[in-house]
T-cell receptor
Framework: GAVVSQHPSWVICKSGTSVKIECRSL??????MFWYRQFPKQSLMLMAT?????????EQGVEKDKFLINHASLTLSTLTVTSAHPEDSSFYIC?????????????????FGNGTRLTVT | GQQLNQSPQSMFIQEGEDVSMNCTSS?????WLWYKQDPGEGPVLLIA?????ELTSNGRLTAQFGITRKDSFLNISASIPSDVGIYFC????????????FGTGTRLQVTL
């Protein structure tokens, strides 16, 4: 099945530093990837949609200058948390759509990475 | 952001029992998905539903896409200890955005 790899799986950083998280689709090409954030015992909340070769689309309330997204190739999207603060500590999960499965490119199921646990001290 | 209402929020069941959970929305979706998430990991796709009224099985799991396109349910038969986890429904509207809206989750615990 489709595999989405996320790296690192966990990271601890000091307040004020930046952290980059990578998301790769290993056996399929993904023109669109999605970044989610999940706080403890809560559901996944969409942060932004990452589009290959163009600017990301951010959800309301998500600061685009703080959460930088780059989707430079069909298999890689990166999320950089800039000037991290303790309130940014969370579980960040990326996902990608396998366009070959499902009934069409736009409603084929999303596959998720294993997440990155970010702790800002 | 918008969330789907999922119930029950949590449940304790005994091994061998059947489980049922559902998800409702005020909006129509073109696709319903069910995911399972284990602690510290990303969600894993269980079942995808593409058509209103569709009933789909995956082993001991059965899910249905509600006729109104505003709800879905997931059944797990003969539960086993490894069924423990959080189950999320997700709705997808389709179109170029095709974002997923997640349910609030159902935490399942199975006792021996």
């Amino acid at each position: 099945g489709a595999v989405v790899s996320q790296h690192p799986s966990w990271v601890i950083c000091k307040s004020g530093t930046s952290v980059k998280i990578e998301c790769r689709s290993l056996d399929f090409q993904a023109t669109t990837m999605f970044w989610y954030r999940q706080f403890p015992k809560q559901s996944l909340m969409l942060m932004a949609t990452s589009n290959e070769g163009s600017k990301a689309t951010y959800e309301q309330g998500v600061e685009k200058d703080k959460f930088l997204i780059n989707h430079a190739s069909l298999t890689l999207s990166t999320l950089t948390v800039t000037s991290a603060h303790p309130e940014d500590s969370s579980f960040y999960i990326c996902s990608a759509r396998d366009g070959l499965r499902g009934t069409g490119a736009y409603n084929s199921p999303l596959h998720f990475g294993n997440g990155t646990r970010l702790t800002v001290t | 952001g918008q969330q789907l209402n999922q119930s029950p929020q949590s449940m304790f069941i005994q091994e061998g029992e059947d489980v049922s959970m559902n998800c409702t929305s005020s909006s129509i979706f073109n696709t319903w998905l069910w995911y399972k998430q284990d602690p510290g990991e990303g969600p894993v796709l269980l079942i995808a539903l593409y058509k209103a009224g569709e009933l789909t099985s995956n082993g001991r799991l059965t899910a249905q896409f509600g006729i109104t396109r505003k709800d879905s349910f997931l059944n797990i038969s003969a539960s086993i200890p490894s069924d423990v986890g959080i189950y999320f429904c997700a709705g997808q509207s389709g179109g170029t955005a095709s974002k997923l809206t997640f349910g609030t989750g159902t935490r399942l615990q199975v006792t021996l």
